[in-house]
Structure formats: C-alpha cells, structure tokens
Nanobody
Framework: VQLQAFGGGLVQAGGSLRLSCEAS????????MGWFRQAPGKEREFVAG????????GYADSVKGRFTTSRDNAKNTVYLQMNSLEPEDTAVYYC?????????????WGQGTLVTVSS
C-alpha cells in the first residue's frame, strides 16, 4: 500500500493551494481518509477527514470554513482544498487511510508535502 501526497508549495497569506493524495489501495472506497499536518517544533495534528462515500467530512476548528476535503473513489484520490491560507498553516501535510474513525487510528500514511505560507 502506498499513499502519495502532492501539491504543496509556497504561497502568500490569503492564497490557496490544493493538495492531492493518491492511494494504491484496492479497497480505497472502504477506507476513511484523513489529512494531518505537522508544523516545525509541534506535534502532528488532525486537519480534516472524509468517510467512505465522501458524504461526511470533519475538520479541525482552526481550518473550518477555509479548508475542504473531498474524494474521488474512481481515482483512488483524496483532495484538500485550502483557501485563505495563513502563516500558521505552514506545515508538512500528510494523508492517511484507515478503517476505524475519522481521527484515527490510521493504518497507512503518505510521505507528506510541505506547505509554506508567507506573510
């Protein structure tokens, strides 16, 4: 199983980025997909999650109203649309796949993609 996240980069505050995560999981549609991030010197934290069919999503309070996660089960891909980015959003973003709950535990993790928001 392999998860590959991409789409990170450098953006100015107020800008937008869209992250994608492709998963080589045969039963992708049966997995809950999550997004986490880890800023320098901080612990990894939950950002967003999406259940199997994509009809139910959840977000950390810090990103509600700014970030949106979605999935395309036909493409084994999950997305994180990030709008109104703030310098505090600077972190390595990881996607993960699990079977238990939106906040984990997760069975598989991607390698991470760096998002840097400049002020």
């Amino acid at each position: 199983v392999q998860l590959q996240a991409f789409g990170g980069g450098l953006v100015q505050a107020g800008g937008s980025l869209r992250l994608s995560c492709e998963a080589s999981i045969r039963t992708f549609s049966r997995h809950i997909m999550g997004w986490f991030r880890q800023a320098p010197g901080k612990e990894r934290e939950f950002v967003a999650g999406i259940l199997w069919s994509g009809g139910t999503t959840g977000y950390a309070d810090s990103v509600k109203g700014r970030f949106t996660t979605s999935r395309d089960n036909a493409k084994n891909t999950v997305y994180l649309q990030m709008n109104s980015l703030e310098p505090e959003d600077t972190a390595v973003y990881y996607c993960a796949a699990g079977r238990v709950g939106m906040k984990g535990p997760y069975d598989y993790w991607g390698q991470g993609t760096l998002v840097t928001v400049s002020s």
